[in-house]
T-cell receptor
Framework: GAVVSQHPSWVICKSGTSVKIECRSLDFQATTMFWYRQFPKQSLMLMATSNEGSKATYEQGVEKDKFLINHASLTLSTLTVTSAHPEDSSFYIC????????????FGPGTRLTVL | EDQVTQSPEALRLQEGESSSLNCSYTVSGLRGLFWYRQDPGKGPEFLFTLYSAGEEKEKERLKATLTKKESFLHITAPKPEDSATYLCAVQGPGTYKYIFGTGTRLKVLA
């Protein structure tokens, strides 16, 4: 149980284009999902918290116009990197909190984004 | 400011050589402490949740303990497949957000 998937697992795009990453909770409903990015040999950095049906809450220093987050249903959240640039290349990971009964987050497998 | 520090940064063990990883935290009103394992190029895999000092959880060769200032992840008789980065995260009061430590990279040699 508590499986989270991400799609795609890796993506290469040209500078200036937009990329959408999907995060799905496969066997549970997630009222809250989180988006992280991780640089090589570093820990996870929280980008934003996403609640179903409401606007995402972004961490300080994260550009909300660049990283668009939508949480349209209890099983799907999307992260769109708009006008991507090489410095946006990173490993993006989502997580989901298992409804109201636990504080534990379950993580997806991650998406490797490379911007050329 | 809430902080999480993990030590050591890296650890090399021989197969069967038991050891402990440390996660120390400064957060007022700990809501929960979480241990994850992360393999290269993958997302973190959930191991344990601890809520109060004195609590212990076990799973196979791993045992997690919690005090008011730190948590330990004890690895008993590790095997090469236990090689991974082990991450510790804490939650403060009134939030579901995690604060992650920088992790301990464990390598177990056959």
């Amino acid at each position: 149980g508590a499986v989270v998937s991400q799609h795609p697992s890796w993506v290469i795009c040209k500078s200036g284009t937009s990329v959408k990453i999907e995060c799905r909770s496969l066997d549970f409903q997630a009222t809250t999902m989180f988006w992280y990015r991780q640089f090589p040999k570093q820990s996870l950095m929280l980008m934003a918290t996403s609640n179903e049906g409401s606007k995402a809450t972004y961490e300080q220093g994260v550009e909300k116009d660049k990283f668009l987050i939508n949480h349209a249903s209890l099983t799907l959240s999307t992260l769109t990197v708009t006008s991507a640039h090489p410095e946006d290349s990173s490993f993006y990971i989502c997580s989901a909190r298992l409804a109201e009964t636990t504080d534990t987050q379950y993580f997806g497998p991650g998406t490797r984004l490379t911007v050329l | 400011e809430d902080q999480v520090t993990q030590s050591p940064e890296a650890l090399r063990l021989q197969e069967g050589e038991s050891s402990s990883l440390n996660c120390s935290y400064t957060v007022s009103g700990l809501r929960g402490l979480f241990w994850y394992r992360q393999d290269p190029g993958k997302g973190p895999e959930f191991l344990f949740t601890l809520y109060s000092a004195g609590e212990e959880k076990e799973k196979e060769r791993l045992k997690a303990t919690l005090t008011k200032k730190e948590s330990f992840l004890h690895i008993t008789a590790p095997k090469p497949e236990d090689s991974a980065t082990y991450l510790c995260a804490v939650q403060g009061p009134g939030t579901y957000k995690y604060i992650f430590g920088t992790g301990t990279r464990l390598k177990v040699l056959a």
